[in-house]
């Protein structure tokens, strides 16, 4: 059999769920998508003990009990409401996007970086409605695509970059020679978008985040040095159910004089002193329950230095 029985259940769940919540209103699906993560939280408990844990862990004594809880449902909930409206995507107008959505004014320079027919990286992460900063961009005319690596259940992944490349945010799937490929769109006016907090499988770049030390995937930040362009940081943030804030920051400028890890680093670490500010402000926003917990050491097997190609 091509695909097992298990994933075939999975592609049937995930398309009839799909099914109904494109066909609902927006905030109709949210209330699904509210009602399965209370049960997820309250009931199920899912990795709700490791989420308050790890917000005691960067905050210390400065949330009571009863807050660590509130911020821990409110990034679990967001999470959710994040699935809920990357499946909507396909359903997702270019109206409704500008409405929902509002966009600093620094989109403007976003705008006129990609008219002068370069490309960049747009530095992101799981802060409040993350599919949503893409979408904004994509409706503001920036070209984007991402980098995936392909998941076990085939027919799932195939399904939900269906749904992304419908809204024009094409998927490139880690290969061999990704590399050369980001280059190359890089160079031709594209955007890459990336999710840049996500802990490195290999020992890669050590940045100061929360606190602490975080072992972090060097792939931004060589692709920015390597492409000769600019990271812009884009953080947004859920404001009740449906209203999305994001905010694109100044761009962070490679230097091409500079040693290419020492600038990967520099770069890196200017996103994630944006990211730290934003999760010390809106610790909700950001999603706790990830399950590489970006603190945690590396594994011997793990620990294996890996270029940025493979």
């Known amino acids: 059999m091509k695909y097992s029985l298990k994933h075939i259940l999975e592609y049937v769940l995930v398309r009839l769920a799909a099914a109904l919540l494109r066909r609902l209103p927006y905030r109709a699906a949210l209330f699904l998508g509210w009602c399965a993560a209370g049960i997820g939280f309250y009931i199920v ?3 709700v003990r490791e989420a308050q844990g790890r917000i005691r862990e960067v905050f210390g004594a400065r949330f009571s009990k009863g807050e ?8 679990w909930r967001n999470f959710i409401f994040t699935v809920v409206e990357a499946i909507r995507l396909p359903v997702s107008s270019r109206a409704w996007a500008l409405k929902a959505v509002k966009i600093n004014p620094l989109i403007v320079r976003m705008q006129e970086w990609v008219r002068s027919g370069r490309g960049g990286i747009i530095a992101t992460a799981h802060m409040g409605a993350w599919e949503l900063a893409a979408l904004a961009c994509l409706v503001h005319d920036i070209p984007l695509f991402s980098l995936a690596a392909a998941q076990k259940n085939k027919l799932v992944d195939e399904f ?5 490349a419908g809204t024009g945010f094409e998927t490139v799937l880690r290969s061999a020679s ?12 594209r955007m890459l978008a990336i999710l840049s907090d996500v802990r490195g499988k290999t020992d890669a770049l050590p940045v100061k985040f929360l606190g602490k030390t975080a072992n972090v995937a060097e792939g931004m930040g060589f692709i920015a040095h390597q492409a000769d362009a600019p990271v812009f940081p884009v953080m947004i943030s859920r404001i009740g159910w449906g209203e999305h804030h994001c905010r694109i ?42 399950k590489r917990w970006i603190f945690d050491p590396l594994a011997k097997t793990e620990n ?5 190609e493979a």
């Open 304 to 308: 294996k230095r890996q270029s940025p």
């Open 68 to 75: 660590i809880r509130r911020i821990a449902w409110i990034s």
């Open 249 to 290: 920051y100044e761009p962070i400028f490679p230097d091409p004089h500079a040693e290419k890890r020492t600038d990967a680093l520099r770069i890196t670490q200017a996103v994630f002193d944006i990211l730290t500010a934003c999760v010390r402000n809106e610790p909700e926003q950001w999603f706790w329950f990830n």
């Open 45 to 47: 408990r899912y990795r």
């Open 160 to 164: 939900y970059n269906r749904a992304r």
């Open 178 to 189: 990704v590399l050369k490929t980001i280059l190359r769109k890089i160079k031709t006016g």
